[in-house]
């Protein structure tokens, strides 16, 4: 049975080169969601992206992360997904998770669309005869045809967006990870992508998605949680969604 657990999670990038004056006056220009510290008083810095974060997931849950830009939803995904460790506190994941959040990651231009369809499986923590199993379909669905035998430098933009969504949704999962909803390609292919993702969350025994937009999260998700400068409030019914984002932010003193 899928499920997920995260207890006082924390997370900290070391910032090398910096001093903290300049970050400072930077970190007042954009919204990167941390909040900047000296890691054991040396020279280093440190911006701290997910800080005492909890939250418990079982079958049937579908959440939405929602929060402004730089709040900390992609990082906590990348928690879930295994691409980041904790620096503090701990992430349990049971199930096999398909992630979602980057769909150039594990592309390599050099090598042709089968080679990367291969090096995609691996990624995905699929076998290698899983993968067998599954070339033909992700060929099919991307409608590549020889083009497949041509290294992906070769493709223009949208060719490499439709291999890659062919493959990164072919995973069948029991936990599936969204950095907001995915549209690629023309307009024909998009209208196909959008039944297989609709069918791959169907299938999902639990999402967790995060989107700047209400309705998408209302229309998908029976659970929210808001994030704010790496914190995260209580995981909340659907119906408090409003409520949740009215209220002051997370960890805010006001």
């Given amino acids: 049975m899928a499920d997920i657990t995260v207890s ?40 701290t992206a997910l800080r005492h974060v909890s939250l418990s997931l079982q079958a049937g849950d579908r959440l939405g992360l929602i ?5 900390g939803k992609t990082t906590l995904l990348r928690c879930l997904c295994g691409a980041y460790a904790p620096d503090e506190g701990y992430v349990e994941v049971n199930g096999r998770i398909a992630s979602l959040l980057d769909l150039s990651m594990g592309i390599d231009p050099s090598a042709t669309g089968l080679e990367n369809i291969r090096l995609r499986g691996l990624v995905a923590g699929l076998s290698p005869r899983e993968i067998r199993a599954k070339i033909d379909e992700i060929a099919d669905f991307s409608g590549l045809g020889p083009f497949l035998a041509m290294p992906m430098k070769t493709y223009s933009s949208g060719m490499q967006a439709r291999l890659a969504f062919a493959t990164a949704t072919s995973v069948e999962a029991e936990i599936l990870l969204m950095d907001e909803w ?21 299938q999902a025994h639990i999402l967790v998605i995060a989107s700047h937009d209400p309705n998408m999260i209302r229309s998908l998700c029976n659970k929210v949680m808001r994030m704010d400068h790496g914190r995260a409030s209580e995981v909340v019914d659907i119906d408090g969604m409003e409520a949740l984002m009215a209220r002051p932010a997370p960890g805010s003193t006001l």
């Fill in 182 to 202: 995915l549209a690629v390609g023309d307009a024909d292919f998009r209208q196909q992508a959008q039944l297989r993702l609709t069918s791959l969350v169907e």
């Fill in 8 to 47: 006082d999670l924390s997370l900290h990038f070391p910032l090398i080169g910096t001093d903290t004056q300049s970050l400072k006056r930077y970190l007042k220009q954009v919204a990167i969601g941390g909040s900047l510290a000296r890691k054991n008083h040396s020279n280093q810095n440190t911006l």
């Fill in 67 to 71: 929060g402004s830009n730089g709040s």
